[in-house]
């Protein structure tokens, strides 16, 4: 659904009323209906989507870690701490709102994003041909949105300082490589190419070694093998060490140019409510998290 179309505002503004007069739980569960059809266990979750669900609505709020994570603009500082600031995409700028944007200042080709949530990015190829009214109303409407509500991702809810932040143009052709990431261990990699054009256009899902893992979403175009770049090592090294906190991440990097960028750490993939093919990889990955003693 196109992100600008009529329905999918309406929807949005459904799911945010829902969340103010409905419970977390309740409305966890109705999502997961609606999108698995399954039921949610969550006094005993058993499988991958299970155990997300869980951490979003009692562990990932309350970790001030991965909430500073899960903020665009904040991780730069825990990437820094573990000694990877320079494989961060460049920064051009960093506002509290659009309308302090010097448009001057900045290049040809950028990126701005929101630091709360996720798609909040507008991609400028060429900035003469920019529509800056349209951007500046754009990005403030994003900064005024609380993402959590939407699918009940907590973690962004405590998101208190929405900012937006300008960086590097990496160029046309950007890959990206997913570490699924388990009690503080990389498990597997899932590729996607063509970011820039159509993100996530192709996808595929790998063992760390490389070879195709036989797991499969049907909602993209599958990719059968990847080369593996020559500083895929350091990425996975890199990966090990900035997942080490958590009993799930999923550590994102970007290649482009020749090397390899930091992209995002990603807490709640799909937002607990990621589709397998075949099934079995749901419990399968659902018995490598070892979910953390929450104090009440």
């Not at 503004?13 to 007069?21: I, M, P, S, T």
């Amino acid at each position: 659904m196109e992100r600008d179309s009529f329905l999918y505002k309406a929807r949005r503004k459904c799911q945010v009323l829902a969340h103010k007069v409905v419970s977390n739980e309740a409305m966890s569960k109705l999502y997961f209906k609606i999108v698995l059809h399954k039921k949610l266990n969550l006094d005993n979750p058993q499988t991958f989507n299970e155990k997300i669900q869980w951490m979003k609505l009692y562990y990932y709020p309350k970790n001030s870690v991965a909430v500073n994570g899960s903020d665009k603009y904040a991780v730069r500082d825990y990437i820094i701490k573990k000694g990877y600031g320079d494989k961060l995409v460049p920064l051009l700028g960093v506002w509290d709102r659009a309308e302090d944007i010097d448009w001057d200042k900045l290049p040809d080709r950028f990126v701005l994003k929101c630091n709360h949530g996720c798609a909040y990015n507008i991609v400028v190829l060429d900035k003469s041909k920019l529509d800056k009214a349209a951007a500046v109303k754009k990005l403030n409407g994003w900064l005024k949105e609380d993402f959590g509500a939407f699918n009940i991702e907590l973690h962004y809810s405590a998101i208190k300082h929405h900012r937006i932040t300008c960086e590097e143009f990496l160029g046309d052709n950007i890959t990206d490589y997913k570490f699924f990431c388990f009690d503080g261990k990389p498990d597997c990699i899932y590729v996607s190419t063509d970011l820039i054009h159509d993100r996530q256009a192709q996808i595929g899902f790998f063992y760390l070694d490389g070879k195709k893992m036989p797991l499969h979403r049907d909602d993209y175009t599958d990719i059968p093998e990847v080369a593996l770049p020559a500083f895929y090592d350091e990425m996975k090294q890199a990966a090990e060490v900035l997942c080490k906190e958590f009993p799930f991440v999923r550590v994102d990097f970007f290649i482009a140019n020749g090397t390899w960028y930091f992209a995002e750490l990603t807490f709640t993939p799909g937002a607990g409510m990621m589709p397998f093919n075949p099934e079995s990889f749901d419990l399968e990955w659902g018995k490598k998290i070892k979910l953390p003693i929450v104090e009440e």
